[in-house]
């Protein structure tokens, strides 16, 4: 796409989503865009006001009639979102206006914009970098006020300002290195070994903050799987129904009640856990219920969180050692929930304490009479977030971005062992060029025609 359209063209498309609404609003973006919509405008002369002006008028067509009564914002280049002359059409919303006003400005000399063509602009004349262009598309896409936090946080800059500031340092170093090269005869040190080392292990520590904040990331974009299950009649339906706070499933005595997953998303300060409502775990009593316990153990597999369920009047400590045994995975977080506990208040949960699962790893519940239930909410938010605080830390959600820290990290770490090993500076210098380099394709000062296609066509047409 990129290759393929110029940038002196002037594009056109609708902003806001298709379909009819109160209001709809089209782009005009490009060296033209002004006097473009000038010519099809009826009301003041827009090539001679000032930007960041709105003016109220009606677009016309071709033959001088009327297409619709329209405020009209224009955003003169530089200070625009593309950094180009760009004008704003807000029209009444219906589909046969919008195109009609659409079909207009490409008659009168515009083009229809591809996916993601606006934010191509504003990074190709500076308004933004690529990993802001890329929060411009989470942001679109969030679905969680979390989730929106995050992306707002990545569009404001929050991850290129810290990548920035480390590529700044490095390249500082890089080119006394490089300056060693060009006299390499005489055995001139211009880099301060020990300053170097200094700042290649903070950048260590740095990147790695950031690798490690991916999860939480990763988990406020796509959500937590948190299964919950157990054996028959545990209270898992009821657990589920306790967080929920509503009705979502069935609940009765009857054991096998649930044969298939239930799955519904709960929020906890913006993030999305979906939890996974199972069969009961247990020798099946026919095909079907069979077929339920199987999808449980699938579910496990799948899953980050494990709520394990357990009535504390009938389950004896080895009974669930035995179980947990059975559904554990290296990647699974298990929190054992002892329910019932309104039944027998007498009941030891620190008896079910086992091999990975501490104190902390267990939660007494009376789910009917949601006993502990904030408590459990609490935890699952501690269980993901850890030790960050979603509104004062950068954290990483783009696993693009991941994959170039990942081998920032490991050339960073290269050249630190080259410098305490007292290696040769050329090979501290290359690891320290390819670390700049992996740093330069997160904000786009390293780009490919393939990086820059895959990033933007998956943009909305109109942004």
Request: glycine share 8%; net charge negative; charged share 25%.
């Amino acid at each position: 796409m990129y290759n393929r359209h110029s940038l002196d063209d002037t594009i056109a498309a609708l902003s806001t989503a298709p379909g009819q609404a109160a209001i709809a609003v089209l782009r005009v973006s490009g060296a033209e865009a002004i006097p473009i919509v000038n010519e099809g405008f009826k009301g003041k002369n827009l090539e001679k006001t000032e930007s960041h002006t709105a003016h109220l008028g009606f677009l016309m067509d071709a033959e001088g009639g009327v297409i619709d009564q329209v405020v009209v914002t224009l955003f003169r280049g530089p200070h625009s979102y593309t950094g180009e002359d760009t004008v704003e059409i807000s029209c009444h919303g219906s589909t046969w206006i919008q195109q009609a006003i659409l079909n207009r400005l490409i008659q009168l000399g515009a083009r229809a914009a591809g996916p993601g063509e606006f934010t191509f602009r504003a990074f190709i004349h500076g308004r933004m970098d690529i990993s802001q262009a890329e929060g411009v598309a989470d942001l679109i896409a969030a679905e969680s006020s979390a989730e929106a936090r995050l992306a707002l946080s990545h569009l404001r800059g929050g991850i290129s300002k810290e990548i920035a500031g480390l590529r700044s340092r490095l390249i500082e170093f890089a080119s006394l290195l490089e300056l060693e090269l060009d006299f390499a005869e005489e055995q001139v040190e211009f880099a301060n070994r020990s300053q170097l080392k200094t700042l290649l292990e903070e950048a260590i520590l740095k990147v790695q903050g950031l690798v490690d904040s991916f999860r939480l990331g990763n988990a406020i974009k796509q959500g937590i799987n948190t299964v919950i299950a157990g054996r028959p009649n545990a209270g898992k339906s009821t657990l589920l129904n306790a967080l929920l706070q509503e009705e979502r499933a069935i609940v009765s005595d009857i054991p096998g009640t649930t044969r298939d997953t239930i799955e519904e998303v709960l929020h906890i300060e913006g993030i999305p856990f979906r939890l996974i409502d199972t069969a009961g775990i247990r020798e099946a009593q026919d095909q079907i219920e069979a077929i339920g316990v199987q999808r449980t153990h699938d579910k496990i597999r799948q899953s980050s969180i494990l709520l394990y369920v357990f009535d504390v009047t009938g389950l004896k400590p080895a009974e669930v050692q035995s179980d947990i045994a059975v559904l554990k995975h290296p990647d699974l977080e298990i929190i054992l929930i002892p329910n019932k506990m309104d039944l027998n208040p007498y009941a030891h949960p620190e008896d079910f304490v086992m091999e990975g699962i501490t104190p902390s790893d267990i939660i007494p519940t009376s789910a009917r009479n949601n006993m502990n239930i904030p408590y459990l909410k609490e935890r699952l938010l501690q269980s993901v977030t850890g030790n960050h605080d979603l509104l004062s830390q950068n954290i990483l959600s783009n696993s693009r971005h991941l994959d170039c820290l990942q081998r920032v990290k490991e050339h960073l770490r290269r050249a630190l062992e080259q410098l305490n090993s007292g290696g040769g500076h050329e090979l501290i210098a290359m690891d320290i060029r390819q670390a700049l380099h992996y740093l330069g394709e997160i904000t786009g000062e390293v780009t490919t025609e393939d990086l820059l296609e895959s990033i933007f066509t998956r943009f909305c047409i109109g942004k």
